[in-house]
């Protein structure tokens, strides 16, 4: 049972990034902690992280089939997730940290599910791309792919946001 509960914390970042939406992200990581208590007994030792994840994946995976494609336009509201424990040393600090992060979740979000899930997976999780390839069952060389044009679909989507053309159109 430590070996699920030390890991909840990467299961409901993955969850709430892939449902886009905390309350279903919640659901999503009881039920598939529901299952992996379920199937403790084969679990073969390894790495309990990828174990855990692979699990908390495919049940959003089967969550967002059942709900069809109208619960992929939810936002997803990092202010609530964020750090409100720190603080900042100014408020213009503050201002341009949260534009920033909304910029950055707002385009994350656009991304498709399959880029959003390896770049939460690497960069959030800071999980190895062959933990990755297992969670996802995925080749490696396609976790690498994934994360390149993710990162490039992410980059060109934050500087067309910052633009100041589309500055206007807002």
Known sequence: MALLLKHLGAAYNLARWLMRDETEAEDVVQDAYLSAIRHLAGFRGGDGRAWVLTIVRNSCYDRLKQKGASGQNMDFDEAIHSAAGRQAPNPETVLLLAERTELLRKSLAELPAEYREVLVLRELEQLSYREIANIASIPLGTVMSRLSRA??????????????????RQ
């Open 151 to 168: 990162r490039q679909q992410l980059q060109q989507t934050v500087l067309n946001r910052n633009s100041p053309v589309s500055a206007l």
